[in-house]
């Protein structure tokens, strides 16, 4: 994760043949949640969450690419759990190689981790944002249930501990076998529930161009001013494009304890879209103890968020969530 944002793009669609249950085999396709938004402290998030990082870019600049492929830089992500049943929990399982092939031990940390995991269905309606445990060999692994059947894509977020490594994504696809039932991606609004919260979201998403994104969290009417670190920061943001996934983690402005930083009740973001598109964000925040998750539909392009918004029937947030 870096300062800034980081976008990666990945078009990897696997054909899929669907009939009544999807096979374990068989190609991956879209998957839909719709329980309410689970917490980050299990390390499970199964809807919508946050996580960020990059690089500023401004103008009609485009983000550097990063996410949408196995390997780079010499690093593979070797996820060594390709399937999962729906609805099931078991360990998902995965190294981090180097050139030479071997399972990298070393990493920098970075938002208290060394190693952030995100799991998102292709049709961006189940998210989950994990931190699984490394065993001495390099091999990752954490339990995890996926509810729906369908394609699910597994980004690794991390730095090798190496002198001059940048921060990389990886991504890989995950299939998870069950009874399928295709979803729509849910309609675009700036306003979001979550377990009791409400979060607005200001600003919109620019193509090349770096802009503000800022989210108020609210309960009951009232404005949320006691947020809790979590991670390091007050908030995690990660950005998803639908149709390919290509993935956008972006990380917050201020620190908790740097003396100008307030603890809520807005979050503030500075983002980059890498194209025009449809996106689904992911905003985590911690309150009384719990990591809770926001999801947004949002639309990169001329139109503003708001714009775009009420060109759409309000739409209350729903898909799964879990930390």
Not at 41 to 51: L, N
Not at 172 to 179: E, F, H, I
Not at 230 to 241: F, I, K, S, T
Request: charged letters at 20%.
């Amino acid at each position: 994760m870096h300062a800034g944002l980081k976008i990666t793009a990945f078009a990897a669609a696997l054909a899929a043949t669907f009939g009544t249950a999807y096979g374990v085999g068989q190609g991956v396709g879209p998957v839909t949640d719709d329980e309410t938004p689970a917490r980050h402290d299990a390390h499970t998030t199964d809807s919508e969450s946050g996580h960020s990082e990059g690089s500023g870019h401004s103008g009609h600049e485009s983000p550097p690419a990063g996410g949408l492929q196995i390997s780079e830089n010499g690093y593979t992500l070797d996820l060594r759990t390709p399937r999962l049943a729906a609805g099931r929990t078991a360990d998902l399982r995965f190294a981090i190689r180097g050139e030479d092939g071997r399972a990298v031990t070393a990493f920098r940390r970075e938002h208290d981790k060394e190693l952030h995991l995100i799991v998102a269905s292709r049709d961006l309606n189940t998210y989950r944002h994990l931190h699984p445990t490394r065993a001495a060999d390099g091999t990752w692994s954490i339990p995890v249930s996926l509810p729906r059947a369908g394609g699910y894509r597994v980004f690794a977020d991390f730095t090798p501990e190496k002198q001059g490594a940048e921060n990389l994504t990886l991504g890989a696809d995950l299939a998870v076998s069950g009874a399928y039932a295709p979803r729509n991606l849910p309609a675009p609004d700036t306003t979001a529930t979550t377990e009791g919260y409400e979060v607005k979201l200001g600003g919109a998403l620019r193509p090349g161009a770096a802009r503000e994104l800022k989210l108020t969290v609210s309960r009951n009417g009232r404005p949320v001013t006691d947020l809790q670190p979590y991670l390091g920061a007050y908030g995690h943001l990660v950005a998803l494009r639908s149709g390919d996934l290509a993935y956008l983690h972006v990380h917050p402005g201020g620190a908790p304890g740097d003396g100008s930083t307030e603890p809520g009740p807005d979050i503030s973001f500075t983002a980059t879209a890498p194209s025009s598109g449809t996106y689904r964000l992911f905003l985590d925040f911690k309150h009384e103890g719990t990591v809770h998750t926001a999801a947004f539909t949002v639309r990169a392009g001329t139109a503003t968020t708001e714009e775009e918004a009420s060109e759409e029937a309000p739409h209350e947030s729903s898909g799964e969530h879990g930390h």
